[in-house]
């Protein structure tokens, strides 16, 4: 399974972005979709989640500014991110907890990861 994340850029705070991630390969199933970001010298958190019935779960930094949803006929998950301030400066990833086929056509789950989107918010 690859995940293609894009989306990412600089913007003044205040402003606005879109992420979105496309997952393709022999996908099976997509249970769970998320959003993780990681700011140099940091860990990896966790920003937002979406499972495939479309309930959803944000860190408390986020609530309220960032949206997560996803089109499950495109495989894709998206984050729209207004009210962007400095502190969201960070590399974005996605992550799906998938189901799939592997070449040998027995089925594996995975915790698959995106390569990281850079956001950087500008004050």
């Known amino acids: 399974v690859q995940l293609q994340a894009s989306g990412g850029g600089l913007v003044q705070a205040g402003g606005s972005l879109t992420l979105s991630c496309a997952a393709s390969?022999?996908?099976?199933?997509?249970?769970?979709m998320g959003w993780y970001r990681q700011a140099p010298g940091n860990q990896r958190d966790l920003v937002a989640t979406?499972?495939?019935?479309?309930?959803?779960r944000y860190a408390d930094s986020v609530k309220g500014r960032f949206t997560i949803s996803r089109d499950n006929a495109e495989n894709t998950v998206y984050l729209q991110m207004s009210s962007l301030k400095p502190e969201d400066t960070a590399a974005y990833y996605c992550?799906?907890?998938?189901?799939?086929?592997?070449?040998?056509?027995?089925?594996?789950?995975?915790?698959?990861w995106g390569r990281g989107t850079q956001v950087t918010v500008s004050s």
């Open positions: 992550n799906t907890d998938t189901l799939s086929y592997t070449a040998g056509g027995s089925m594996v789950a995975a915790k698959d």
């Open positions: 979406i499972t495939s019935g479309g309930s959803t």
């Open positions: 390969g022999r996908i099976i199933r997509i249970d769970d």
